[in-house]
Every structure is written in C-alpha cells, then in structure tokens.
C-alpha cells in the first residue's frame, strides 16, 4: 500500500511540472530571450509582420505583432477575440500618419490565465521593461511610423480618459494589465512619434 502511494506522489508531482511548464513556458521563453539579448547586445528583427497592413514591433521587448483597427475597448467579447490574436487599436482613436494629430491607442495581453495558454496572446509581457527613449515601430499600410517612449506610468483600471481624449500630439500609447498576471492596474506607455 505504501509503494501504490509514493507511486501515487510522483505522477501527481511529475504532471504538475509538466503543466506548470505548459502553463508558463511562454512567458519564461520571453524573458529568457529578453535577458539573453540584453547580455549579449544582439537585436530583434525589426521588421513588419509579413502580410500584415498595421503591426507593431518593440525591438527592445522582442514584442511584433499584427495590430487589428477599430476594436472596441468597450465591448469584452469584441476586444477579447482580437487580443488573442495580437494587438487591438482603440476605435475612434488615431491611426499613424493620422494629419489630425490624434493619439494612436493599442492595447493587448501581458499575461495568460492558465486555461487560456496558447489561446490569447500575451504581446505586451515585457512591457514594463521599457525605458525612456526606447523605441517602438509601428507599420501600417506600407509605411514605417517610429516613435521614442517619453513616459511610462501606472493607472487604475476604470482611469479611461487616455482613450477617450483625443489628443492634439500623435501620442502613442500602449497599455496592458499591471502587475502582470492581474488585472489591478493598467501600465500605459507613451511614446513620441520621431
């Protein structure tokens, strides 16, 4: 009967690693790659998603993905089928080489619920690991958009006059879940278009 039991033990121990690597892989393959480039000075390919009319790539971050227009944050069952898929831009909000000015709007996961691993796509993981002056890409129909991050700050989650203002500088603005793996706080980034 002891040995059924310590049998017992290790399959429940051994296929809980296994889910817990299924569960976070993703995010510890994302900041291990972050942390490898920073140490050896190498870069992210900076280029568009292939196929795409507007994607987003943080060099930095090692973050590209396609970015969908027009998504209401408004609406859960909306934005959330698009952030499974990458990145949403706020409806109503500018578009680069937008002449009226407006302020670009895009929002997208950090983390995953761990029933939803591979399902939604955490794009903004390593976003709080931005810094003034990084850079952010945007392209969008044919057209590289670059942009210098000039600030950086965490909001309350009902705090929603960044989306709402129009805005007269071109701003950029991502935002994502604080503190990642919750949905407390909301990091917002900004960034000048250069």
Known sequence: MDYQLKSFANFLIFFSVIGLVFIFGPL???????????????????????????SLVIPKIGAKAEVFKNTNPAKYDDYIKV????VAHAAGT????????RNVFLFAHSSIFPWETGRINPVFYLLNKLDKNDLVYLYYQGKRYSYSVVEKKIIDPKDIKDINQPGNEGLLILQTCWPTGTTWRRLLIYAKSK
Request: no cysteine; charged share 25%.
């Open 83 to 86: 952030l499974k898929q990458g």
């Open 94 to 101: 500018g578009l680069p080489g937008d002449k009226s000015g």
């Open 28 to 54: 510890l393959e994302a900041e291990t790659r972050y942390n490898f480039k920073k140490l050896t000075g190498a870069s992210f390919d900076v280029s568009a998603v292939p196929g795409s009319e507007f």
